[in-house]
């Protein structure tokens, strides 16, 4: 199986741009579609990108996912940052060989 | 609205089984498959394992194997976990959550087990 590769945490000041990077160890990128997910503390995950690039209803336009076959990662973007999107961010994946589900480490987002 | 609710969570002894249940309403539950994913605390996601949508395919993580069943009942809209063989790793937030084979979509609110002597 491969691995999905976040930064721990990054930090960017209201009103910002920020791009969590999600790096897959082997495969391509592209073979597979990318989720992220996110958990603000003390609550269940949800669901903020599904299929590389799609907001599900109610996820604002301010989020956006992409992936980069040259890079061989997915991004997942939040533009016009608010202190409410402070919290932990997943990508996800999944191999075509089996059905299992891959998560990306985490990766906090502090917005100060 | 789509929710689900965990439950049979709570202190259990090393070596003990546990059965815990997701009930689903707001959706056509028979029609999704759904998912187990864990969270140890101050720790990450980890998948646990899918059933599909009529209950006739099921995968598991490689680390719960052999210990951990899922299950569904379709006429009661509901989701289990059978685990087994507790060990002090399994103690985490079990999350349930509905969607395709490969992504979860919505996701319940979680059931703690810890699992200690």
């Known amino acids: 199986n491969f691995m999905l590769t976040q930064p721990h945490s990054v930090s960017e000041s209201p009103g910002k741009t920020v791009t969590i990077s999600c790096t897959r160890s082997?495969?391509?990128?592209?073979?597979?579609?990318v989720q992220w997910y996110q958990q603000r503390p003390g609550s269940a995950p949800t669901t903020v990108i599904y299929?590389?690039?799609?907001?599900p209803s109610g996820v604002p336009d301010r989020f956006s996912g992409s992936i980069d076959s040259s890079s061989n990662s997915a991004s997942l973007t939040i533009s016009g940052l608010k202190t409410e999107d402070e919290a932990d961010y997943y990508c996800?994946?999944?191999?075509?060989?089996?059905?299992?589900?891959?998560f990306g480490g985490g990766t906090k987002l502090t917005v100060l | 609205q789509v929710q689900m609710v965990e439950s049979g969570g709570g202190v259990v002894q090393p070596g003990l089984s546990l059965r815990l249940s997701c009930a689903a309403s707001?959706?056509?539950?028979?029609?999704?498959?759904m998912h187990w994913v864990r969270q140890a605390p101050g720790k990450g996601l980890e998948w646990v394992a899918v059933?599909?949508?009529?209950?006739?395919?099921?995968y598991y993580a490689d680390s719960v194997k052999g210990r951990f069943t899922i299950s569904r009942d379709n006429s009661r809209n509901t989701l289990f976990l059978q685990i087994n063989s507790l060990r002090a790793e399994d103690t985490a937030v079990y999350y349930c959550?509905?969607?395709?084979?490969?992504?979860?979509?919505?996701w319940g609110q979680g059931t703690l087990v810890t699992v200690s002597s």
């Open positions: 082997s495969g391509s990128i592209a073979s597979n579609f």
């Open positions: 299929d590389n690039n799609q907001r």
């Open positions: 996800q994946s999944y191999d075509n060989s089996n059905p299992y589900v891959v």
């Open positions: 707001g959706f056509t539950f028979s029609s999704y498959a």
């Open positions: 959550a509905s969607g395709n084979y490969h992504r979860a979509e919505s």
């Open positions: 059933i599909s949508y009529d209950g006739g395919n099921k």
